[in-house]
């Protein structure tokens, strides 16, 4: 197993651009998530989904969306780069929700 | 609202030193708690977890204990290595099952 990917691994954008944040996960994890890692924040989480066609916000979900077609993927997308949203972005999925959540390798975002 | 609260850091240690790192809680009933760790560069690694009050966690020579009289969740480890070197972050799961709530993150610095 892969486990949880994320692509890419690092991306500059620029204000007003947007993006897909791609992730996915081949441990047929029902529950799916994304958090921002800020220094001397921790991690908050984005947005979450407890299945394929579900999903729900989390703490911080402003200038973000997502959507889960499938069980494997869940992209998240950014529709107008802020340099707010300069931050490392972690993908997390597990089997389902209230179980131990395992997370991928991060993407870098910095927007200009 | 669900919070977690950890030392700060950077917590610097020679080889073979005793490491402990502070966390306490606040939460509506007895949540899941973890402690997670990321290597320089890397993505979340679980580290240990316990699911009920006085359960102990340990993996990899480290352990912490779960005390719902203190509300807390220190993280320990009898003679910490280089490779130890790292952040770590301790987390509860929220009631629903939805999201972990992390603290801001410990840096941990072993020298030989």
């Known amino acids: 197993n892969a486990g949880v990917t994320q692509t890419p691994k690092f991306q500059v954008l620029k204000t007003g651009q947007s993006m897909t944040l791609q992730c996915a996960q081949d441990m047929n994890h029902e529950y799916m998530s994304w958090y921002r890692q800020d220094p001397g924040m921790g991690l908050r989480l984005i947005h979450y989904s407890v299945g394929a066609g579900i999903t729900d916000q989390g703490e911080v979900p402003n200038g973000y969306n997502v959507s889960r077609s499938t069980t494997e993927d869940f992209p998240l997308r950014l529709l107008s780069a802020a340099p707010s949203q300069t931050s490392v972005y972690f993908c997390?999925?597990?089997?389902?929700?209230?179980?131990?959540?395992?997370f991928g390798p991060g993407t870098r975002l910095l927007v200009l | 609202g669900d919070s977690v609260t950890q030392m700060e850091g950077p917590v610097t240690l020679s080889e073979e030193a005793f490491l402990t790192i502070n966390c306490t809680y606040t939460?509506?009933?007895?949540?899941?708690l973890f402690w997670y760790v990321q290597y320089p560069g890397e993505g979340l690694q679980l580290l240990l977890k316990?699911?009920?009050?006085?359960d102990k966690g340990s993996n990899k020579g480290f352990e912490a204990t779960y005390r719902k009289e203190t509300t807390s969740f220190h993280l320990e480890k009898g003679s910490v290595q280089v490779s130890d070197s790292a952040v770590y972050f301790c987390?509860?799961?929220?009631?629903?099952?939805?999201?972990?709530?992390f603290g801001k993150g410990t840096t941990l610095s072993v020298s030989s």
């Open positions: 939460a509506t009933g007895y949540p899941s």
């Open positions: 316990a699911t009920k009050a006085d």
């Open positions: 987390a509860l799961m929220n009631q629903a099952g939805t999201a972990l709530i």
């Open positions: 997390a999925s597990s089997y389902l929700a209230q179980e131990t959540q395992y």
